[in-house]
Nanobody, 119 residues
Framework: QLQASGGGLVQSGRSLRLSCAAFGSIFSIHTMGWYRQVPGKQRELVAGITDGSVTQYADSVKGRFTISRDNAKNTVYLQMTSLKPEDAAVYYC???????????????WGQGTLVTVSS
């Protein structure tokens, strides 16, 4: 249901943009978000955006990361700037999707995309 892309190796201070497209039986998409996880730690919320485009960010990324969505493409983006080594993680997208057949809302995770930041 969710396909993430855009991860890679980047130098500290540089930028990277992640994308996550939803596909399948979609009536509407509610909240979309990006999480990240490093080995040995819990997955943490990086940024979220509602269907009304209200955004929230983890304190550690405020002012550096920007989340946005394109509803026509069922896609959420995470623009990451001024990357730091501590931003390195596997990034996962998540979306709450209302199925167009059953009209129920379920949460889905993308497969994860690895971001590596070299110092």
């Amino acid at each position: 249901q969710l396909q993430a892309s855009g991860g890679g190796l980047v130098q500290s201070g540089r930028s990277l943009r992640l994308s996550c497209a939803a596909f399948g039986s979609i009536f509407s998409i509610h909240t979309m978000g990006w999480y990240r996880q490093v080995p040995g730690k819990q997955r943490e919320l990086v940024a979220g955006i509602t269907d009304g485009s209200v955004t929230q960010y983890a304190d550690s990324v405020k002012g550096r990361f920007t989340i946005s969505r394109d509803n026509a493409k069922n896609t959420v983006y995470l623009q990451m700037t001024s990357l730091k080594p501590e931003d390195a993680a596997v990034y996962y997208c998540r979306a709450d999707i209302r199925d167009r057949v059953t009209m129920t809302v379920n949460g889905y995770w993308g497969q994860g995309t690895l971001v590596t930041v070299s110092s």
